[in-house]
């Protein structure tokens, strides 16, 4: 049996190790867009507030992979799913066929619909690849752009507000403000929204609906997060805010399956997003997939 796996974090390899713990004959491939072996997503932050290496997130290595015969293609991007002749496309168009197929691709953050929204230097924190943008922008920045209801940023604002860098923080919450003390460089924006990115290329500064432009070199956006379907989106899988699955997590086409935050189990009234429940769901996908 060729068993493919689009995703390589919590619930991707939940399944996959089980599957090999399970049957130690079936071919097992997984493609990932990301560059690098999978991490706790969870903890990315601690890259930036307590200092630790990228490869000290890594919850599986090389070893894993090779131990367990397991193929990891990484920096590949799945864009299409052909589900009748049992193949997906990459974006570099070639094809990987499956006899079971796990769809366990997480979920992104949404960056709002503002007009410069697409330049360098506007991030959200979802990914190590953001991690390192931020450093690298903040390395340099005067003043760095905060949005958002996450708790997190006002840790942010304290770890990177120094002489060289100025904070500004846009938010609503009012426990983020609460831990905080306006300075010289840590501002409040109370009130206001930015509708314009400004800058040639890279940001350089934005524009609030009060009229006010502040200068800013590094702008993260935290909060919308949206499950990653899109390149099943053509194909007869049935879709809502989630990729509807049963409690098998089966989707509604036989043989392929999905979990993690990319899967919306039918009649679950809510869905959040935790590592948890992506592990737990990848496991039950995993078990399924190998049944006749
Ligand atoms: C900053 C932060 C803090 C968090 N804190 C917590 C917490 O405290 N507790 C908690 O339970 N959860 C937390 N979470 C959420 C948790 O990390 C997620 O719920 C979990 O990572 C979901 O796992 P997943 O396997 O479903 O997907 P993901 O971890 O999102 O992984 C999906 C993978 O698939 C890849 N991919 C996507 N589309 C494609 C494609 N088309 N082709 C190939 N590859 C693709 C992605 O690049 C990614 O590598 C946090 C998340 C973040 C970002």
């Keep these: 049996m060729n068993i493919l796996i689009i995703g390589s974090s919590a619930a991707g390899i939940s399944a996959a190790s089980v599957i090999r713990e399970q049957n130690k004959d079936c071919s097992i491939t997984i493609v990932c867009e990301e560059d690098r072996l999978s991490y706790y997503r969870y903890r990315i932050l601690e890259c930036l507030l307590d200092g630790k290496k990228c490869s000290e997130l890594y919850f599986k290595n090389n070893d894993f992979f ?56 506007v991030i959200s924190l979802r990914k190590m690849s953001d991690v390192e943008a931020f450093q690298s922008a903040q390395a340099i920045a005067k003043s760095i752009f905060l949005v958002g209801e996450e708790l997190f940023l006002s840790k942010l604002a304290l770890r990177f507000a120094s002489p060289d860098t100025e904070i500004f923080l846009l938010t609503k919450n009012s426990e983020i403000l609460s831990v905080l003390s306006e300075t010289e460089k840590i501002r409040f924006i109370n009130d206001d929204a930015i509708v314009e990115i400004i800058g040639e290329g890279e940001v350089q500064a934005v524009k609030l609906a009060s009229g006010k432009v502040f200068a800013c070199s590094l702008l993260v956006f935290t909060g919308l997060c949206e499950p990653n379907f899109k390149f099943v989106k053509d194909s007869p899988i049935e879709i ?47 078990v399924n997939m190998i049944k006749e």
Excluded: C
């Design 66 to 121: 090779k131990s367990n015969n397991i193929e990891l293609i990484l920096n590949k991007v799945a864009v299409g799913l052909d589900t009748r002749r049992k193949r997906v496309k990459l974006n570099d168009d070639t094809y990987l066929g499956f006899d079971k197929l796990l769809i366990a691709t997480g979920a992104s953050f949404k960056l709002p619909e503002i007009k410069g929204a697409n330049k360098k230097n």
């Design 240 to 286: 809502d805010e989630g990729i509807l699955v049963d409690e098998f997590m089966a989707t509604s086409v036989p043989g392929i399956f999905a979990a993690g935050d990319v899967a919306r189990i039918k009649n679950e009234p809510s869905f959040n997003f935790s590592w948890q429940r992506a592990e737990s769901q990848g496991h039950i996908a995993g």
